[in-house]
């Protein structure tokens, strides 16, 4: 029973270009999702985040937009930079103050091309 | 850096043993939460700690238990190992209550059963 899912396992992308990262979830108890980057041999690192109350949140070069009747999201990456090479990891939670009781998808893997 | 730190970094454990992994949490955070992450597939929520006491449970048994500290370091232990715990084990440690903060990693204990 996968409550989150990212059904692109890896992405390949040109430098400069848009990187779309996609995420769907099933329990509509979900009401915060967050999008984590994990380079190899290090922990996972918070990205962004967006409440269910919104459908962008914007920060810098990456926004998160939420589409809550298709119980969608998705993260957009412009431009694109070779560092940004890494697992993407889409996370949600009963809430923010439910702290780290986080349900992960399964990741994608997203390669920048110089 | 997240300030999230655990130890060891690599453990090699044969079936049938016990294991202790360690977690120093971020400075003014309250709240612990473990993961383990099978290759390939997302960080799947073991349990949480909050002041002590545990604050949330995922799909794991028994043998898998934790403890946390009056200085909200914590502790994850595996009893009577099995070759499927072979995994990468992370700590997350955030604040809940006095404002909210999002699930912050530690770089993850490799643990390999043998």
């Known amino acids: 029973d996968q409550q989150v899912k990212q059904n692109s396992p890896s992405l390949s992308v040109q430098e400069g270009r848009i990187s779309i990262l996609n995420c769907d979830y099933t329990?509509?108890?979900?009401?915060?999702f967050l999008w984590y980057k994990k380079y190899p041999a290090e922990g996972p690192t918070f990205l962004i985040s967006i409440s269910s109350i919104k459908d962008k949140n914007e920060d810098g070069r990456f926004t998160v937009f939420l589409n809550k009747s298709a119980k969608h999201l998705s993260l957009h990456i412009v431009p694109s930079q070779p560092g940004d090479s890494a697992v993407y990891f889409c996370?949600?939670?009963?809430?923010?103050?439910?702290?780290?009781?986080?349900?992960f998808g399964g990741g994608t893997r997203v390669l920048v091309k110089p | 850096e997240t300030g999230v730190t655990q130890s060891p970094t690599h453990l090699i454990k044969t079936r049938g043993q016990q294991v202790t992994l360690r977690c120093s949490s971020q400075?003014?955070?309250?709240?612990v939460s473990w993961y383990q992450q099978a290759l390939g597939q997302g960080p799947q929520f073991i349990f949480q700690?909050?002041?002590?006491?545990?604050?949330g449970r995922g799909n794991f048994p028994p043998r898998f238990s934790g403890l946390q500290f009056p200085n909200y370091s914590s502790e994850l232990n595996v009893n009577a190992l099995e070759l499927d715990d072979s995994a990468l084990y992370l700590c997350?440690?955030?604040?809940?209550?006095?404002?909210?903060?999002?699930?912050?990693f530690g770089q993850g204990t490799r643990l390999t059963v043998v």
């Open positions: 997350a440690s955030s604040l809940v209550g006095e404002g909210n903060t999002e699930a912050f």
């Open positions: 700690y909050y002041r002590e006491e545990e604050n």
């Open positions: 329990n509509s108890m979900f009401d915060y």
């Open positions: 400075s003014g955070h309250n709240t």
């Open positions: 996370a949600a939670s009963w809430g923010k103050a439910a702290g780290n009781k986080l349900t």
